[in-house]
């Protein structure tokens, strides 16, 4: 099921201090960004930056995805490890908020998400 547009907005919101406090600088962003997308009730962050043999194409590399348990109202916590398959972020498995899987993922304790 996916997130209403009130609950949808308020996700915005917030990945938007996320990525205002954790975007690179200005003039680094062409080589190097942030950015997110909402699908269904799942939050995906993930870097952009151009494919290496093709510069003028771009490529998304995911760091972290959050999953939204309507009936539970928890987020589960999901990292992508090198097989490229998502797994629960063990340490902290599951927040009750977006806001608390965002510092999860600025915390990094374990440096899972951004390596």
Known sequence: ??????????????VDDFMSRNRPPVHIR????????????????????????????????SIAKAS????????????QRADLKWHRYEPTPVVMSVEAFLALVEQDEYACFFG
């Not at 939204?68 to 990292?79: G, I, L, P, S």
């Open 1 to 14: 099921m996916a997130l209403g547009e009130l609950e949808r907005k308020r996700i915005e919101r917030a």
């Open 30 to 61: 062409p080589q190097l960004d942030f950015s997110f997308r909402i699908d269904g009730q799942n939050l995906e962050l993930f870097e952009v930056r151009p494919r290496w043999d093709d510069p003028s194409d771009t490529m998304e590399n």
């Open 68 to 79: 939204y348990v309507k009936n539970r109202d928890e987020w589960k916590v999901y990292w």
